[in-house]
Nanobody, 112 residues
């Protein structure tokens, strides 16, 4: 079992930045692919970005060039750097481990 705890959400202005963190515990973090998902109000959960155990990354078209996923295996943490935020980025952001484990989510609100 892996426990995931997200942090770093909050309120940002359009064009601003936030960095989300997801701390993992319970197993060998470096062996697993990790991902960030989000669920906008009234909509289904959607994939934002993934990073494999080898460091390969992939992004949803809507965030390419603005968001960056990274991982620090020494700290058992995965990050999501979000720049040039838009109102449509408003959502609850969830960390996912190996397609199986989920964090509790952190709210990101982009508004002026």
């Amino acid at each position: 079992q892996v426990q995931l705890v997200e942090s770093g959400g909050g309120l940002a202005q359009p064009g601003g930045s936030l960095r989300l963190s997801c701390a993992a515990s319970g197993r060998i973090f470096s062996a697993y692919g990790m991902g960030w998902y989000r669920q906008p109000p009234g909509k289904q959960r959607e994939l934002v970005a993934i990073i494999t155990s080898g460091g390969y990354t992939s992004y949803a078209d809507s965030v390419k060039g603005r968001f960056t996923i990274s991982r620090d295996n020494a700290k058992n943490t995965v990050y999501l750097q979000m720049n040039s935020l838009k109102a449509e980025d408003t959502a609850v952001y969830f960390c996912n481990g190996d397609g199986r484990w989920w964090g509790q989510g952190t709210q990101v609100t982009v508004s002026s």
